[in-house]
């Protein structure tokens, strides 16, 4: 069970669509987050003949309107609050998310020029908030989310990629479902095992063809042992392995279902040695059928790797 679920919601049908999941979830209390921003305030009151008590007459008018939504929500017996912040969307989110174990939210679908992206404020709220954040992908043909039936984790092989496992195993526990691990070799691991041989001695340069096969054989192998090895180390949840072949973000996409959900962590090894969980992430939260936990990494957040939501 969840303690404190935070939803922030805008006003928007499409923004509820993230009751339709929340409802699903065992949670203590559920909090309904409403942000307005504020930069008319910028402006004197004698230029834009805003009265100097607005923001608590409106403030009130937008709980009644949270108080209806949240009403529904207690018939079926949940304890729900309601909030009301002014100022940056993003910032507002991550501040009231510190008292809660996980945030609800949609994003936006298409943006200009029908390029897929997310809504800006879900994309800060992902990259710099500390709460695991579960995003539901909202665009103009976007269907509301069906019953999920399984918790995806896809994995890389780095020990940063698995900090997303406690959190989905906690899902996976709270929705009643399995664990499906998932990890993808492509080209560019394999030709990193041929590497390895080649330094090694291993690799005969008149038959490059069997190098590579010999490679790739290898290297799946590998990674079929670390799922396995995985897989064993959850003890209270059934859990299934799959390993895909081919381009991770590609084979990932094509591997998730509408009624999967996918758990991962925001960030993992990159460059050279690995694929980088942390850009797959970014695409799959862009274009998956399924919504997405993402689970930042807290080494990242320790450090202060990153700027501030509003920088």
């Known amino acids: 069970m969840y303690d404190r679920i935070l939803v922030p919601l805008d006003g928007s049908e499409a923004s509820e669509a993230a009751l339709v999941f929340t409802e699903r979830l065992a949670c203590r209390t559920i909090c309904l987050l409403r942000v307005e921003p504020n930069d008319h305030l910028l402006v ?13 007459r409106y403030a009130e008018q937008i709980r009644e309107a949270l108080e209806s939504v949240a009403e529904r929500l207690r018939n ?6 309601v909030e009301v912040r002014f100022g940056d969307a993003a910032e507002a989110i991550i501040a009231s998310a ?16 029908g390029r897929l992206i997310f809504g800006s404020t879900a994309d800060r709220v992902a990259r710099y908030g500390t709460t695991p954040t579960l995003l539901i992908r909202r665009g103009a ?34 929705l009643d479902l399995p664990l ?22 291993r690799v005969d340069p008149s038959a490059m063809d069997d190098d590579y096969e010999r490679a790739r054989h290898e290297t799946e192998q590998a990674a079929e042992a ?3 090895s995985k897989a064993d180390g959850i ?15 590609f084979v990932l996409l094509w591997a998730i279902k509408a009624d999967d959900v996918v758990a991962m962590a925001t960030h993992g090894l990159g460059g050279y040695r690995r694929w980088m969980i942390g850009s797959v992430a970014d695409k799959l939260v862009r274009e998956a059928a399924a919504p997405v936990l993402l689970v930042r990494d807290q080494a990242s957040v320790a450090s202060g790797a990153e700027a501030s939501p509003g920088a």
């Open 180 to 201: 499906h691990l998932v990890r993808a070799v492509g080209a560019d691991e394999i030709l990193l095992t041929v590497r390895a041989q080649s330094r090694s001695g």
């Open 235 to 249: 003890r209270d949840r059934a859990v299934s392995t799959e390993l895909l072949k081919g381009t991770p973000a």
């Open 76 to 81: 079926q017996r949940r304890t729900v609050d």
């Open 226 to 228: 670390y799922l396995a």
């Open 141 to 174: 043909h976007h269907v509301e989310p069906t019953a999920p039936v399984r918790v995806v984790v896809p994995l890389d092989g780095s020990g940063l990629a698995e900090r997303a496992l406690p959190e989905a195993e906690r899902l996976a526990g709270v």
């Open 98 to 113: 510190k008292s809660a174990d996980l945030i609800v939210m949609t994003t936006h679908g298409r943006g200009a020029a």
């Open 44 to 56: 004197p009151p004698s230029l834009t003949g805003v009265e100097p008590d607005w923001e608590e």
